[in-house]
């Protein structure tokens, strides 16, 4: 989808932070979901009036006012036709269901999108796709929440803001859904070693697919950085050129590079611009960082595979999971 939104977040400004408590290790293997308490601290609203105590986002769409999914998904506005709805005008539910792995163990997660300021040109039931036209918006922009009736790790992990409790439905700010400036961290796999996986692929590769092939393997993966990336030389522009304009419809997004040895070849983690200045004020050499990026090739001939990365950590999802419950725990 070419359209883009923009993303104009108000309401209620609690912001969850990176720090955690590691009361559990990380890939501790338990079912995470009955972990998940529901706390009388968090925020319960009663008898509001208006959306504005709600951790709900603006979305801009383009200038012919047609608003566009950004998710995958179905209608089921019949669901929520109860009067504590009511001060959402206009409204359109999406159900979603997500699939995801945490604590090394499979996850799903049910969960809802509420669009409201918007005229539907969807019917209820109806299966939504990415691009899908979901309506007209009425005013300048539309407003979108997402709500569940548990505070699921997905929600948690993903949402930048504290939830607020409503109508028997945690309240979550769905900005996580937005195409650009914004991870969608668990879309990412967890692999334990990364160096045995490329290792793996490459043998594959040689044996199966001489040459080079192309992949869209999303990982998640703990490492160590000796070096912070250097920039990007003229030679390593031209070899990845052809990769960026498979991933991202153009070239000039890649900026700096980190070349990492292991066995008999080399990987390429490659960073997005900008992000050099985020790892030297957020990570000191030679600890422990949690990378998340997409395995996009291997090259049997020179030997190299390929990561284009989306973002880092300095800690796991799981423990990010487990600091945030315990600042909901102190509220």
Request: aromatic content about 16%; some cysteine.
């Amino acid at each position: 989808m070419n359209k883009r939104y923009f993303l104009v977040l108000f309401g209620f400004m609690f912001m969850f932070s990176l720090s955690c408590n590691t009361a559990k290790e990380s890939g501790h293997t338990e079912n995470v979901k009955d972990t998940v308490q529901e706390y009388e601290r968090i925020q319960i609203l009663d008898n509001v009036s208006s959306f504005n105590d709600f951790p709900a986002v603006s979305l801009f769409p383009p200038p012919d006012r047609v608003f566009r999914s950004i998710f995958f998904g179905k209608v089921v506005d019949s669901f929520f036709q109860k009067s504590e709805f009511d001060i959402f005008e206009d409204r359109l539910v999406i159900q979603i269901d997500e699939n995801y792995v945490l604590y090394n163990e499979e996850q799903k997660i049910t969960y809802f999108i509420m669009i409201f300021d918007l005229e539907k040109m969807v019917t209820d039931g109806a299966t939504i796709e990415l691009g899908d036209v979901l309506g007209r918006v009425h005013e300048a922009h539309v407003k979108m929440l997402a709500f569940s009736e548990t505070l699921d790790p997905y929600l948690i992990i993903n949402s930048s803001r504290i939830p607020v409790f409503y109508a028997g439905y945690y309240w979550f700010d769905p900005s996580f859904l937005a195409s650009t400036g914004n991870t969608r961290f668990l879309s990412f796999n967890p692999v334990d070693n990364i160096d045995i996986m490329l290792t793996e692929m490459a043998d594959h590769i040689i044996q199966e697919t001489p040459g080079l092939a192309i992949y869209n393997e999303r990982v998640r993966f703990k490492s160590k950085l000796s070096l912070y990336p250097q920039a990007i030389t003229q030679e390593q522009r031209s070899a990845i050129s052809g990769y960026e304009n498979i991933v991202y419809g153009r070239t000039g997004i890649i900026g700096h590079i980190n070349e990492i040895k292991t066995g008999g070849f080399s990987y390429y983690l490659c960073w997005q611009n900008g992000f050099n200045e985020y790892l030297r004020r957020e990570y000191t050499l030679n600890n422990d960082i949690w990378l998340y990026g997409i395995i996009v090739t291997y090259d049997v001939l020179e030997k190299r595979a390929y990561i284009f990365l989306r973002d880092f950590t300095p800690v796991s999802l799981e423990e990010i999971y487990q600091g945030r419950m315990e600042e909901l725990r102190k509220l």
